[in-house]
T-cell receptor, first 115, second 108 residues
Framework: DTEVTQTPKHLVMGMTNKKSLKCEQH?????MYWYKQKAKKPPELMFV???????INESVPSRFSPECPNSSLLNLHLHALQPEDSALYLC??????????????FGEGSWLTVV | AQRVTQPEKLLSVFKGAPVELKCNYS??????LFWYVQYSRQRLQLLLR??SRESIKGFTADLNKGETSFHLKKPFAQEEDSAMYYC??????????FGTGTRLQVTL
């Protein structure tokens, strides 16, 4: 199994809603990532978890709250988002973080629309 | 700071023609370079990386440190090569930074 699975595939939420994006991998990877991709733009790193601890937060607004309950799961909790937060949110994983030759595997993404 | 530049947003070639997708990078240390591909309605996936020096689906890329380039090449384009291609770099703090991407369109 070399897949990263993300749910839901599509999410529409209001600016006052609270929702979560979920990500799962069963490759035994100890590094997991959240990326944000706007239309026709490259993915931009948001967060990195290494061994279930937050290693990198790329100055992401607090309305995005990541959580890593265990080594296979990664969540992104969303609250009070703005319309400009509408994007494709990509989860990814790799065996470890920071090692040369690390291959990062991406999920299909969750399309988020904030109305 | 690390940066990846892909100067072409769109590259259109005929089937059977050679392909070269350009990638230049800026990084003061020793970077790791990658090419990722995203086919229509599919996930982003690794195509190749410079440390492997391998050829995948007929594509190759050579790291040229003098020119700070990592261009992707294929001698004969196929229709199924049509996709979005991203050059990416891992440098500072092992963070993966993507270029803006080049859409390759192979026509008959």
């Amino acid at each position: 199994d070399t897949e990263v699975t993300q749910t839901p595939k599509h999410l529409v939420m209001g600016m006052t809603n609270k929702k979560s994006l979920k990500c799962e991998q069963h490759m035994g990877h100890r590094a997991m990532y959240w990326y944000k991709q706007k239309a026709k733009k490259p993915p931009e790193l948001m967060f990195v978890y290494s061994y279930e601890k937050l290693s990198i937060n790329e100055s992401v607004p607090s309305r995005f709250s990541p959580e890593c309950p265990n080594s296979s799961l990664l969540n992104l909790h969303l609250h009070a988002l703005q319309p400009e937060d509408s994007a494709l949110y990509l989860c990814a994983s790799s065996s470890v973080f920071g090692r040369a030759g690390n291959t990062i595997y991406f999920g299909e993404g969750s399309w988020l629309t904030v109305v | 700071a690390q940066r990846v530049t892909q100067p072409e947003k769109l590259l259109s070639v005929f089937k059977g023609a050679p392909v070269e997708l350009k990638c230049n990078y800026s990084y003061s240390g020793s970077p790791e370079l990658f090419w990722y591909v995203q086919y229509s309605r599919q996930r982003l996936q690794l195509l190749l990386r410079h440390i492997s020096r391998e050829s995948i689906k007929g594509f190759t890329a050579d790291l040229n440190k003098g020119e700070t380039s990592f261009h992707l090449k294929k001698p004969f384009a196929q229709e199924e090569d049509s996709a979005m291609y991203y050059c990416a770099l891992t440098g500072t703090a092992s963070k993966l930074t993507f270029g803006t991407g080049t859409r390759l369109q192979v026509t008959l």
